[in-house]
């Protein structure tokens, strides 16, 4: 998976192995290398103020990274989240939505609310996360269930798997298909609808 920075001067990508590369746009030269993930690699994206990357393995974790420097800033996770099938920022960058499958194997959608950080290192002015850290850890945020987007049918067996997953670009609607159907989860007061 492949990401641009919001700026055009930065890329993220990520394989199938655990560390993330950035890379400067123009000339193309690998610019950090950022390891913490303990599986494959899912997923990448940008904030919308290019502040943050973050990225999603199969560890079971989203992790953000300071864009301009690689620095590990936060791990995200939830117990009751086995694996993780999209994600995005919402609000602005001030919130992460994961989509992915619970200790039930039922489909649900989880919200992390981000502390602030600041885009570049200072060796002065320094967040209270940053002071809470150490160097090259990340601090870890607990993240909270909004609701079950795909639920057992009423015959009790399982859900048909879904297919693909969609956020829309304000991270208000999450869309997925399975078999031939199309389902609308309302990220920020739960439900939905299909067809």
Known sequence: DVA?????????TVTWD???LLWDAETLECVAELQSHTDRLMSVAYSPDGITVA???RDRTVRLWRA????PLY???SPDL???ASFCYATGGSRLLVVGFDDTKQTAV??????GFPAQPSATNSTDAEAEAAPGTAIELQGRKLGICQEESESGSSP???QDFFFSSDGQQLCWTYEDRVRVFHATRGGGGGG
Do not use: F, H, N
Not at 68 to 71: F, L, N, Q, S
Not at 110 to 115: A, Q, S
């Open 75 to 77: 791990v995200l996770r």
């Open 18 to 20: 655990p560390t993330v």
């Open 55 to 57: 990225t999603s393995s």
């Open 110 to 115: 989880w919200e992390w609310t981000l502390p």
């Open 68 to 71: 301009a420097d690689g620095k």
């Open 82 to 84: 086995r694996s993780i």
């Open 4 to 12: 641009v920075a919001p700026s055009g001067l930065q890329l993220a």
């Open 160 to 162: 048909s798997p879904a």
